[in-house]
Nanobody, 115 residues
């Protein structure tokens, strides 16, 4: 079992920045990829960015060059630095960990970007 706890969401004006954090605990030794997903009301959950244990990152086209995912393996923490935020980035952001093909999810943190 892997437990994930997100923090850092909130309300920000368009053009602003936020940093999300996700701390993993439990049986994390076999976790390779960690990721951030988001879900806006009425929409499907979508991948925002993911990062391997070795630090290889990939991004959704909509956030590339604005968001940065990073990972501190010593602290079992993954971050999402969000800059140049837009109203369309408004969503609940979920942390995800892949443990040998078994997905685990955090409870989500709300990000609201006002215009």
């Amino acid at each position: 079992q892997v437990q994930l706890l997100e923090s850092g969401g909130g309300l920000v004006q368009a053009g602003g920045s936020l940093r999300l954090s996700c701390v993993a605990s439990g049986s994390i030794y076999s976790v390779n990829f960690m990721a951030w997903y988001r879900q806006a009301p009425g929409d499907a959950r979508e991948l925002v960015a993911e990062i391997s244990r070795g630090g290889r990152a990939t991004y959704a086209h909509a956030v590339k060059d604005r968001f940065t995912i990073s990972r501190d393996n010593a602290k079992n923490t993954v971050y999402l630095q969000m800059s140049s935020l837009k109203p369309e980035d408004t969503a609940v952001y979920f942390c995800n960990a892949d443990d040998l093909g078994v997905p685990y999810w955090g409870q989500g943190t709300q990000v609201t970007v006002s215009s």
